[in-house]
């Protein structure tokens, strides 16, 4: 098992940033990698970016690229959503992925195995 713990969510003005991190703990040894993903209420989960454990190769949305950036800490098993030039769309509940997977589409929710409990972006105007 895997436990992820996401912390970083929070109110803030569109144009503004904010750091989300995520630390998994358990059997972290056999992983792919990690990433986000959202949902805005009423809409469909979203794949958001992850990150390779192997080689940091990283994949984003086409929405968030040059505003996000996806990074990683191996030793603490850590990793890190910063979110500049946020913008009001960007509002949505952000979950922490992990994968046990190799070789899946990154893009889809079923490489991943656990899931965090969400945290909440919301961008004013």
């Known amino acids: 098992q895997v436990q992820l713990v996401e912390s970083g969510g929070g109110l803030v003005q569109a144009g503004g940033s904010l750091r989300l991190s995520c630390a998994a703990s358990?059997?972290?040894?056999?992983?792919?990698?990690m990433g986000w993903f959202r949902q805005a209420p009423g809409k469909e989960r979203e794949f958001v970016a992850a990150?390779?454990?192997?080689?940091?190769?990283?994949y984003y949305r086409d929405s968030v690229k040059g505003r996000f950036t996806i990074s990683r800490d191996n030793a603490k098993n850590t990793v890190y959503l910063q979110m500049n030039s946020l913008k009001p769309e960007d509002t949505a509940v952000y979950y922490c992925?992990?994968?046990?997977?190799?070789?899946?589409?990154?893009?889809?929710?079923?490489?991943?195995?656990?899931w965090g409990q969400g945290t909440q972006v919301t961008v004013t105007i």
């Open positions: 992925v992990f994968s046990v997977k190799y070789g899946s589409s990154w893009w889809s929710p079923s490489k991943y195995d656990y």
């Open positions: 358990g059997r972290t040894f056999s992983s792919d990698g």
């Open positions: 990150i390779r454990w192997s080689d940091a190769n990283t």
